[in-house]
Nanobody, 124 residues
């Protein structure tokens, strides 16, 4: 498994930006994938963005054009840049890692390691 340590959450006003960081350590392997998920109070956890082993990235429709994944391979750190934040983006955000697998015609990520979570609060 991979150990993940998150940072970068906080409180911003609507329209603001935040960048979340996820430092990964351990054996990632050739099928490594990493994603960001979030959970708001009273709601189910939802996927925000994921990068699978071939380097491709996908985003939830609700964040497309506003959020972007990047990584610093030298630091083994992954980032979620969040721009144009909205109050509905308020949630606990989690970094997760796992193994890429093929399902229903596309690559997906089976998460088996989780960060501790970081709170993002967006005020109107």
């Amino acid at each position: 498994q991979v150990r993940l340590v998150e940072s970068g959450g906080g409180s911003v006003q609507s329209g603001g930006s935040l960048r979340l960081s996820c430092a990964a350590s351990g054996d990632t392997g050739s099928t490594f994938c990493i994603g960001w998920l979030r959970q708001a109070p009273g709601k189910e956890r939802e996927g925000v963005a994921v990068t699978v082993s071939d380097g491709s990235t996908s985003y939830a429709d609700s964040v497309k054009g506003r959020f972007a994944i990047s990584q610093d391979n030298a630091k083994n750190t992954h980032y979620l840049q969040m721009n144009s934040l909205k109050p509905e983006d308020t949630a606990m955000y989690y970094c997760a890692a796992g193994l890429t697998y093929w399902s229903s015609g596309h690559l997906s990520c089976a998460y088996n390691s989780w960060g501790q979570g970081t709170q993002v609060t967006v005020s109107s």
